[in-house]
């Protein structure tokens, strides 16, 4: 019996940017929030990334992106879908996401893990436009060793970081960083799932991907000027390794 179920992930949210910065993070700019991907070929029927289509484009109102030929046995279709309106005479955003598709096997955990992260990327993509546009980055991502795929594997990761169990989002902290570093930044986001750290320079992200199988995961978001990708991305390795005793 076919396992093929569809699955749609819908969000809307305000943010202190035009629509046009909107537009540009998300098309030229998804390194500073997400991952960095090859910008979509403007128009309609156009190349976008991971071999997907370019369904609608109407900048920058509009953008909806597919796939049909996802890559992965765990999924058939792939759509996003970017509605940006103006609000405040043009210097705040409107936008609705909406992610959808169709899963084809495990659909509870993998829709579980899909909304949770878009509730996270979507909330980076708002740090992103609101500290840091438009600043470039140096983007940086890692992943721990199998030892961090345990249940209770992401709660070492605050322990580490040295956050109190009650520190909340909005939070001000002294964090500890590679090679005990004390990093000074904002918690800007916290919950079972994920820790997203900004400091005046950086967004740090953490992800509790051992909740869906996966070993904890870091990615590194850096808009220093000197700012070094590949630096970061050894230091916070041997760090996350460091954790689970693996260094």
């Known amino acids: 019996m076919s396992q093929d179920k569809e699955f749609e992930i819908v969000r809307e949210f305000e943010v202190d940017a035009t629509p046009e910065q909107v537009w540009e993070a998300i098309t030229n700019g998804t390194g500073a929030y997400l991952w960095p ?6 128009r309609v029927g156009g190349k976008a990334a991971f071999g997907s289509t370019v369904t609608a484009y109407d900048p920058p109102h ?7 030929d996802v890559g992965f046995p765990i999924q058939s279709v792939n759509q996003l879908d970017h ?7 043009g210097r705040r955003a409107w936008v609705r996401y ?12 993998q829709y579980d893990g899909a909304s949770k992260h878009t509730d996270f990327y979507l909330h980076t993509l708002r740090e992103y436009l609101t500290h840091f546009a438009p600043r470039p980055v140096a983007f940086a991502q890692l992943d721990g060793p199998a030892a961090s795929q345990t249940s209770d594997a992401f709660a070492a990761v605050g322990r580490a970081l040295g956050l109190a ?3 909340a989002a909005g939070t001000r902290v002294q964090a500890r960083g590679p090679e005990g570093q004390l990093l000074g930044a904002v918690l800007d986001f916290r919950n079972p799932y994920f820790i997203g750290l900004r400091t005046g320079s950086a967004l740090i992200r953490f992800f509790g991907r051992n909740h869906w199988g996966a070993p904890v995961g870091i990615s590194i978001h850096d808009f220093a000027p ?19 005793s693996q260094s």
Do not use: C, Y
Request: proline share 6%; glycine share 4%.
């Open 37 to 42: 991907m090859d910008p979509p070929e403007p």
């Open 62 to 68: 509009h953008l909806t992106v597919r796939s049909e």
């Open 83 to 89: 509605t940006i309106e103006a609000r405040d005479d």
């Open 98 to 109: 909406v992610h959808s598709g169709i899963f084809t096997d495990d659909w509870d955990n």
């Open 165 to 167: 169990d009650d520190a």
């Open 226 to 244: 000197d700012a070094d990708a590949k630096a970061n991305e050894l230091a916070w390795q041997d760090w996350l390794n460091g954790v689970f």
